[in-house]
């Protein structure tokens, strides 16, 4: 059985061994990779199925129900190199995994939720990545594929299109005129509008836009909200990547 599949965790598994996570079309599968470890005839496989390689991954069909897959070959499609230069790209892409391995997507978007990782570990292995971007379009077009998607029409009280900054609480699912509603996640217009985009273009376009800075935050804020809200359970990848980004931040400005 061959098969084309994005890793997104692994773990050891004896000494010389490992289970790993793959994301495929047709949804997670787990193989197991015997000697990942230390012969150097291995040393392709253990590239090609490390995390975050994109391969073609062949195994044998299971003996039983209880026994796992086991790989017999690898070729490697897209190893995302130098994602692995970028400590907190890293972090991001293991908060990503987290998302698809902890909450079932509906078969039906596998395909997608493995073309949108894709192209955000594309964009997130190029030098000094937009990481709040990719975030907020990772976790709003994800958020859309688990069947959460918030309704950008217009003010659910006045109909107002496009008010100059408007609520938007998470809970509700849609938005208010700031003069309408006292409560959610306060934002200009822009910020709308990119959420907006994100959620209604077409999937080629998302990753292309330009976003005023104070849109920035209020963006960020309402894409990591809205999600966590949904799926309703925190994620520990995230927890290190802020971790990480404030200590960083601080050592920014020490120097
Ligand atoms: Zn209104």
């Given at each position: 059985m061959t098969i084309k599949g994005l890793v997104l965790s692994q773990k050891n598994f004896g000494e010389n061994s490992k289970f790993i996570d793959i994301l495929t079309e047709q949804g997670i599968v787990e193989i197991l990779v015997k000697?990942?470890?230390?012969?150097?005839?291995?040393s392709k496989t253990s590239s090609a199925s490390q995390l975050f390689a994109y391969s073609e991954f062949e195994f044998s069909e299971?003996?039983?129900?209880?026994?796992p897959q086991i790989l017999t070959g690898v070729r490697p499609i897209?190893?995302?190199?130098?994602?692995?230069?970028?400590l907190s790209a890293v972090a991001l892409a293991s908060y990503f995994s987290q998302i698809v391995l902890y909450s079932a997507l509906p078969e039906s978007t596998t395909p997608e939720a493995l073309r949108l990782f894709l192209n955000t570990l594309h964009f997130l292995?190029?030098?000094?990545?937009?990481e709040l971007l990719l975030k907020a379009i990772f976790e709003l077009r994800i958020a859309a594929l688990y069947g959460f998607q918030p309704d950008?029409?217009?003010?659910?009280?006045?109909?107002?299109?496009?008010?100059?900054s408007v609520r938007f609480p998470v809970e509700e699912g849609c938005f208010f005129c700031e003069s309408c509603h006292a409560e959610g996640i306060l934002m200009p217009s822009g910020a709308l509008q990119a959420i907006r985009y994100i959620i209604l273009q077409d999937f080629e376009k998302i990753f292309f836009f330009r976003l005023a800075e104070h849109c920035r935050k209020p963006l960020a804020d309402f894409a990591e909200q809205f999600l966590q809200y949904h799926l309703n359970r925190k994620f520990p990848a995230l927890d290190y990547y802020k971790k990480l980004n404030i200590t960083q931040g601080e050592f920014h400005e020490t120097i």
């Open positions: 000697g990942s470890k230390t012969s150097s005839r291995m299971r003996s039983s129900r209880n026994r897209c190893i995302f190199y130098d994602l692995r230069k970028n292995s190029e030098p000094e990545p937009d950008v029409v217009m003010c659910r009280k006045c109909g107002n299109y496009l008010p100059s």
